[in-house]
């Protein structure tokens, strides 16, 4: 299965930067929308399915990033198995993050990765709050708030998906419901900390 979503946004991001520029410039009014940097990121899921797979993606991905690409960082949040694997193969020329983490650190949590198990790996950037794990795996959003200031704890950065389901979106519902997800997300994580959270 190839995978080339994040290769096809930096290949087309060339030609289409301009998008994250202002329509009329005014250095003097600058906002901190218009002055933040482009992060493109993807996950893997549940895929590749080898070691041989993940260096060949991850590989490939890596590759598309060259000096001439445009100034934007670039991340992907792959199974815990591949994470030192996609690192080797990416050459640092982007973000390898976990595609989730256990808000404890340590105890009787079989099958759970903890913050400083990945700290200790040298992955700055995890996943909180996706769509799959809250209807599959049943995260809560107090289960994903521990996940997020956990991470913060631990002086890492989180990416946290927020996102309403179909049928709340047929029911005009999108708007209340991303706004409970944020709030509860980001509960107790303070304006300082908020540097090291994106929202997806």
């Known amino acids: 299965m190839k995978f080339c979503i994040v290769a096809t946004l930096l290949s087309t991001l060339a030609g ?4 994250f520029a202002p329509s009329s410039l005014n250095a003097a009014r600058t906002s901190q929308l218009e002055a933040r940097k482009p992060f493109i990121s993807g996950n893997w899921k549940l895929n590749p399915q080898s070691k041989t797979e993940a260096i060949e993606l991850a590989t490939s991905i890596a590759s598309k990033i060259t000096d001439a690409s445009p100034n934007v960082d670039v991340a992907l949040f792959v199974p815990y198995v591949f994470i030192e694997t996609a690192m080797e193969a990416s050459g640092g020329k982007l973000m390898v993050g976990a595609e989730g983490v256990c808000p404890e650190i340590n ?3 079989t099958g759970a990765v903890s913050t ?4 200790s790996l040298g992955v700055q950037w995890a996943l909180a709050g996706h769509s799959e794990r809250r209807v599959i795996f049943g995260e809560s959003d107090e289960y994903i708030n521990g996940q997020c200031r956990k991470l913060i704890q631990q002086g890492m950065s989180v990416m946290l998906c927020i996102g309403e389901s179909e049928a709340e979106y047929e029911q005009n519902l999108a708007g209340s419901v991303c706004a409970v997800q944020l ?9 300082d900390e908020l540097d090291r959270v994106v929202i997806a």
């Open 16 to 19: 289409v930067s301009t998008a």
């Open 107 to 109: 105890g009787a949590f």
């Open 116 to 119: 400083s198990m990945l700290d």
């Open 183 to 191: 709030k509860k997300g980001l509960a107790g994580i303070s304006k």
